[in-house]
């Protein structure tokens, strides 16, 4: 069993700042990728970042420049900092990672969101 959990979110300001973290527990041999993402009110869930085992990232066009992804392998946790932040990026933010447990089965896992609103 894997799980994760989110925090970070809130309300900020536009042009302001936050950093998401999602930290793991269970039986995890090896992380494949952890993503990021988004879903806003009334739009389908979409993929905003993602960083391989290798450390490769990737990011949606919407957020380059402003957002980055970066992960701590001792502590099992990834990030997403936030900057210049647009009403636009008001949405629940979701981790979700690619992982083989201890019993190496290939799992994918999804955490339970946490709210960012950005608004004056």
């Known amino acids: 069993q894997v799980q994760l959990v989110e925090s970070g979110g809130g309300l900020v300001q536009p042009g302001g700042s936050l950093r998401l973290s999602c930290a793991a527990s269970?039986?995890?041999?090896?992380?494949?990728?952890m993503d990021w993402y988004r879903q806003a009110p009334g739009k389908e869930r979409e993929l905003v970042a993602t960083?391989?085992?290798?450390?490769?990232?990737n990011y949606a066009d919407s957020v380059k420049g402003r957002f980055t992804i970066s992960r701590d392998n001792a502590k099992n946790t990834v990030y997403l900092q936030m900057n210049s932040l647009k009403p636009m990026d008001t949405a629940v933010y979701y981790c979700?990672?690619?992982?083989?447990?201890?019993?190496?089965?290939?799992?994918?896992?999804w955490g339970q969101g946490t709210l960012v609103t950005v608004s004056s």
């Open positions: 979700h990672w690619k992982v083989v447990t201890t019993a190496l089965r290939y799992l994918e896992v």
């Open positions: 960083i391989t085992s290798g450390g490769s990232t």
């Open positions: 269970g039986s995890i041999f090896s992380i494949n990728a």
